[in-house]
């Protein structure tokens, strides 16, 4: 039986029903926290459903890695708990469709949609989860302003059906010049950032990085004093470990 | 301090002035915008409700938080519910500002009907028009008020997700419009600075007649680059803030106010600003396993230790050291610092760093000409 153990990112993240933004940069990616997500929201001892948009990695790649997590996609899938949207040809398709880039956004938000229509009956917690926003900005011939209106209408789905939703982007792509850029924006909506960054120190056998979770505190009309953690991972075959820096033996 | 927005909202605007405009500005780093926003609003609809304010009414403009959300909050303060269709009405630019919901339903491609949508609200699904947006609030705000002619309240979250569909002209353009509407008794709306070229949050400054800006309270200091060393400043800056208000009157005149305000579960608690702000932030050292800190004893070592530089402003003569010293002066200056060193033997309480300059070791040849290795 697999039993999920408490770790730092878990006690860090609280409860469900929220927007969480995942920041990574190439010294560090951030997959790992999408993994864990996934593997957290498919546990056998809950019900609840993940609809997975993905424009990085085929499904296979995915089914690879939580399967050595001791979590199996494929029945996941089978049983409707897991729907796996592989988009990773979405602008080769537009073009081929001789779609617009509004018109490639819709019908994705309309797949999006009935997806959260589906897996809401019978009621149950539902978490949408996109790897990764800056491969649909590409998708999309970079108009960014047109995947924030996309990503609007997953915030009020959010809203609406209670789900959960978590997006991966890379911080280190946006110039820091561009006020309006895509990530800052998505900061904003966002109720938990998740940052994964190098040690200050580089890169090290034991330590692979570290992890600050950001809540804000302000998310589902609850008035909350924000908080930080910050703490470092290792990635391990089968699972992440998570310590306060200096605890590890 | 804060609540004086609010009363200045309440008695709205003068015959034969424009409608009194606030501006909430906040930024990443004191991401509290919309707490103010909705204190503000919570405030204005009480007065209204008590029917102690110039509105009769507020058209809450939602474009950043779906009408459900409002529901809850005016829930939480105790709000009626029922009866809030005869004060507030909620134009919903939202669940489908694009249109793209409609397109789809229309077509029989989703359903019709979603399990959390609010039914009070106006649906508006064209936020790019503002010509229409502006003729949708007008006429939602005659609904509010009796007989069509007294005056209601604007409300508009977040003109921030306004400028992503429009330009500054046309957002200016809408609010000013809103300002001088002789409906209109006053306007308050959302802006996050930090996404948003400084001109056009300029316009809209020029615009509003207050503004009230939500900054940290604390901010690292330079040189803290590692994460480790800003948690504390970040931690404090998610608790609360400070306000900072600028009034604007009618002669010209502006009046700048400051508070301080925390986040509890009831809402946004506003106090004057401390000067144990300041205190701690000198005392937000990172949580290591060393001592950083000094002691009460290593503090007054460290103040009363001689620097080793000529100007010591101690009531001594000042001397320059100007890289060549005459062989009298080396006397004088060895009868000084012996002078000195006794003094120091006999004054234990001081600290003292002692410095040997390089140069002192090496006598100048006095028959040597110091240019003969020049070779022009």
Redesign the interface.
């Known amino acids: 039986m697999d039993v999920q153990v408490p770790n730092l990112l878990d006690d860090a993240l609280g409860g469900g029903g929220r927007v969480v933004l995942i920041e990574d940069c190439v010294e560090t990616s951030g997959a790992f926290v999408l993994h864990h997500f996934l593997k957290r929201s498919l546990s056998p001892n809950s019900s609840d459903a993940v609809i997975f948009l993905s424009f990085s990695q085929p499904f296979s790649h995915y089914d690879r890695i939580l399967r050595k997590m001791g979590c199996n996609l494929v029945v996941r899938r089978d049983n409707k708990r897991l729907l796996f949207f592989d988009l990773l040809m979405l602008n080769s398709l537009g073009r081929e469709e001789e779609k617009t880039s509004e018109d490639l956004l819709?019908s994705l938000?309309?797949k999006v949609?009935?997806a959260v229509?589906i897996c809401?009956s019978p009621a149950r917690n539902i978490t949408i989860i996109i790897d990764d926003v800056s491969l649909l900005e590409v998708a999309v011939n970079c108009l960014s302003?047109m995947v924030?209106?996309f990503l609007?209408?997953c915030y009020?789905l959010t809203?609406?059906?209670?789900c959960s939703l978590i997006t991966l982007n890379h911080e280190d792509i946006y110039s820091s010049l561009d006020?309006?850029?895509l990530i800052?924006?998505m900061?904003?909506h966002a109720d938990v950032v998740i940052?994964a960054?190098p040690l200050?120190t580089g890169l090290a056998t034991d330590v692979h990085g570290?992890l600050?979770v950001?809540d804000?505190?302000?998310g589902g009309?609850v008035?909350?004093?924000?908080?930080?953690c910050?703490f470092q991972f290792r990635i391990k075959d089968n699972q992440i470990e998570y310590f306060y820096?200096?605890s590890r033996t | 301090m804060a609540e004086r927005i609010c009363r200045a909202l309440r008695d709205g605007a003068l015959e034969g002035e424009h409608a009194p405009a606030l501006t909430i500005k906040d930024s990443n780093e004191s991401p509290f915008g919309s707490l103010l926003f909705n204190h503000v609003l919570s405030q204005l609809s009480s007065f209204i409700v008590a029917q102690k304010s110039q509105s009769q009414g507020i058209v809450l403009v939602a474009l950043s938080r779906g009408p459900l959300y409002y529901e809850q909050l005016f829930k939480s303060k105790g709000n009626n519910i029922a009866s809030s269709n005869k004060w507030i009405k909620v134009l919903d630019c939202c669940t489908d500002p694009l249109g793209w919901r409609s397109k789809l339903m229309e077509s029989g491609r989703i359903a019709s009907l979603t399990p959390g949508t609010s039914t009070r609200a106006n649906l508006y699904k064209n936020v790019k028009d503002l010509n229409k947006l502006l003729l949708a609030i007008v006429e939602l705000g005659k609904e509010l008020v009796e007989d069509g002619k007294g005056r209601f309240a604007v409300a508009i979250d977040s003109v921030s997700e306004m400028l992503r569909h429009a330009s500054i002209s046309s957002v200016a353009g809408l609010l000013s419009n809103l300002r001088s509407h002789s409906q209109v008794s006053c306007l308050f709306w959302l802006l996050h600075s930090d996404i948003h070229e400084t001109k056009a949050i300029a316009a809209l400054e020029y615009i509003s007649s207050i503004q009230a800006s939500s900054d940290p309270i604390t901010r690292p200091i330079n040189g803290q680059r590692a994460n480790s060393e800003k948690l504390p400043f970040l931690e404090q800056n998610l608790r609360g803030g400070k306000i900072h208000i600028r009034f604007k009157r009618r002669n010209g005149r502006v009046r700048l106010m400051s508070e301080e305000f925390c986040i509890e579960q009831s809402g946004i608690k506003f106090t004057p600003i401390s000067s144990e702000a300041e205190m701690i932030a000198q005392s937000l050292v990172p949580k290591v396993q060393f001592n950083l800190e000094l002691s009460e004893k290593e503090r007054n070592d460290r103040a009363k230790v001689v620097l080793p530089f000529e100007h010591q402003g101690n009531g001594k003569t000042i001397q320059i050291y100007d890289g060549r010293k005459s062989p009298n002066e080396d006397r004088a200056e060895i009868q000084y610092t012996s002078a000195e060193k006794v003094q120091t033997v006999t004054d234990s309480g001081r600290g003292e760093i002692i410095y040997f300059r390089d140069s002192d070791d090496e006598m100048p040849d006095s028959d040597e000409d110091p240019d003969d290795d020049l070779d022009i």
Do not use: R, V
Not at chain 1, 159 to 162: L, S, T, V
Not at chain 1, 223 to 228: E, F, T, V
């Open positions: 819709l938000y309309e949609h009935k229509e809401s302003n924030l209106d609007h209408y009020s809203a609406e059906f209670g006020k309006s850029s800052l924006q900061e904003y940052k960054e200050s570290q600050t950001i804000k505190g302000l009309g008035c909350n004093s924000g908080k930080i910050n820096p200096g």
